[in-house]
């Protein structure tokens, strides 16, 4: 689409966009949220397709100040169709129906390939954007809260967690290596199904085998140094991911614990473990998030040491009409 609005062009990204559209991705984003270019590349390696559809828009010295995305998710593709979007409009030029334009074209697009509904973000902190989008026919489904620490700011009592008796703390590498790597996978993606079908709060649903393979444990992010497994005997019980966002920053991705080893102290030992390795590789803050509803987590989180950030508010607009053939 090419159109003209408010003095703001409106084109297909090119590949030299690339680092201005990190840019403006980061506008109005705490820090440690803030987009790497090297993190941003590796992002959309698991989340593009040719059918991504991305068009900026350029104001008349060329400054990229909008942003429409849609695409089918990558690895977190969903079997129904259902597609992922994104409108994002610099604080200078919005009010001017930017936003607007590349929303409806979106919509548009998304109707032509019958996908049944939208998926999308808003940031708790710009409550101007959630009222827009909820006007647009957008419903909240739930929140995520992130929260981060300074490794280097990590508490005596973090560094004196021990395991649970009976349990053993291995780095992803070791552990598949000890039982190799297939059936390794597929035993932490039992915990992984297992423990996401018990948390509270997050209505879509797990990876499958290959999808956590691909994304959590072998994706251009993931940190598998990072990563550790507790182990009973021979039995894992608990695994923490993590991924690495730029070379100071990792993501705890995911943490499960086996149902029976609740509440004895395994999420809390990977987690604290997990903290040491980080700050032995040269990480200087580590991020993780939760739903809102995960009380456990939250609390553990917080005895760790974590700062909360404003949440990040899931929506959803399901399309009900089609486009006309």
């Known amino acids: 689409m090419k159109a003209d609005i408010a003095g703001v062009r409106i084109r297909r990204s090119r590949p030299e966009d690339f680092e201005a559209l990190v840019a403006l991705r980061n506008i109005g984003l705490h820090p440690v949220r803030q987009w790497t270019v090297e993190h941003r590349r590796q992002w959309e390696a698991t989340t593009r397709d040719p059918n991504t559809l991305l068009e900026i828009g350029e104001d008349s010295d060329g400054r990229l100040v909008a942003l429409g995305e849609l695409d089918a998710g990558g690895s977190f593709r969903q079997s129904d169709g259902t597609l992922f979007t994104n409108v994002r409009v610099a ?98 993606h039992s915990i992984y199904q297992r423990s996401v079908t018990d948390t509270p709060g997050n209505p879509e649903p797990p990876f499958s085998l290959e999808g956590f393979r691909g994304q959590l444990i072998e994706g251009p992010l993931a940190a598998p140094d990072l990563s550790l497994v507790a182990l009973a005997g021979a039995r894992p019980v608990g695994i923490t991911i993590n991924f690495r966002r730029g070379p100071a920053r990792a993501h ?54 974590y700062a909360p950030l404003p949440a990040i508010v899931h929506i959803e607009r399901v399309l009900t009409g089609r486009a006309k053939e």
Do not use: C
Not at 172 to 187: H, N
Not at 269 to 276: I, R
Not at 281 to 291: E, S
């Open 91 to 188: 604080p200078s030029h919005r009010h001017r129906g930017i936003g607007t334009l590349l929303a409806d074209r979106i919509e548009t697009v998304a109707r032509e390939r019958h996908a049944p509904r939208l998926l999308g973000t808003v940031p708790e902190s710009e409550p101007d954007a959630f009222a827009w989008v909820r006007r647009r026919g957008w419903q909240e489904r739930w929140r995520q809260y992130e929260s981060y620490i300074h490794i280097s700011d990590l508490m005596r009592d973090v560094l004196g967690v021990v395991p649970p008796r009976g349990v053993e703390i291995l780095d992803l590498p070791t552990y598949l290596a000890r039982v190799g790597r297939d059936e390794g996978i597929a035993q932490l």
């Open 252 to 305: 705890t991705a995911f943490t499960g614990t086996e149902r029976d080893w609740r509440r004895r102290g395994v999420a809390r030992s990977l987690k604290a473990a997990a903290m040491l390795k980080a700050r032995d590789a040269g990480v200087r803050v580590m991020l993780t998030a939760n739903d809102g509803t995960n009380v456990p987590m939250l609390r553990l989180n917080q005895w760790l040491g």
